[in-house]
């Protein structure tokens, strides 16, 4: 159900939090006989599929029979990358829980700054954003209900995403070291508390 709804939302270009609205609105109302936790955590992993490209009858072959969503350029914040960032983190957080989601964004970026394209505090913010997503939407009935009922009532990139251009970004490893210290050290703490500072001030977490 909720794959039928995003096909009837996509567009050649949309905001996440556009795009959110229509899976929420039907979550809400699949809410009324089903478990709510469940709806919501089913509209994040079919979102989480959509934007990283992947297809949805590979873990569900009777998906190849479902209506599929016009391709589009999901954005969040003006960005094509914090979608993918965010979507996933809240998929994992809200199937196996905060700390792997934490873990596994942290890891990328560690990565990234070994050879990819850098260490960046912008992603960590995405991940973090997403990770706080997934654990509300799914933390009881009750929250997973105020959340679909939140988004199915109009949000903006703005109440789900904290502002992320004065942020550090596309570092390698050895500046990332040099300016912050590395993971767990004093400078990094000060920015990653920063960062969750942003992230609980959210309208969405409020």
Do not use: C
């Amino acid at each position: 159900a909720e794959a039928s709804a995003l096909a009837s939302g996509a567009g050649s270009s949309v905001s996440l939090a556009e795009l959110m609205r229509p899976l929420f609105q039907l979550a809400g109302e699949r809410s009324a006989t089903n478990d709510p936790v469940a709806e919501s955590r089913s509209a994040i992993v079919v979102l989480a599929f959509h934007v990283t490209g992947q297809q949805l009858s590979t873990v569900i072959p009777q998906a190849k029979e479902w209506p599929q969503p016009a391709k589009s350029m999901v954005q969040l914040n003006g960005r094509d990358d914090f979608p993918k960032h965010f979507l996933v983190s809240a998929a994992v957080s809200a199937n196996a829980g905060q700390s792997l989601a934490n873990a596994v964004g942290l890891y990328k970026e560690i990565e990234d700054a070994r050879g990819g394209s850098g260490f960046s505090f912008n992603d960590i913010a995405a991940d973090g954003a997403g990770t706080r997503f997934g654990e509300l939407a799914t933390a009881n009935a009750d929250a997973a209900r105020k959340l679909q009922q939140r988004i199915a009532a109009g949000v903006t990139d703005a109440d789900i995403m904290p502002e992320t251009a004065d942020l550090p970004e596309f570092m390698p490893e050895a500046e990332f070291v040099r300016r912050f210290g590395g993971v767990g050290a004093p400078e990094y703490k000060k920015m990653t508390e920063e960062i969750e500072r942003r992230i609980a001030a959210l309208p969405i977490n409020r």
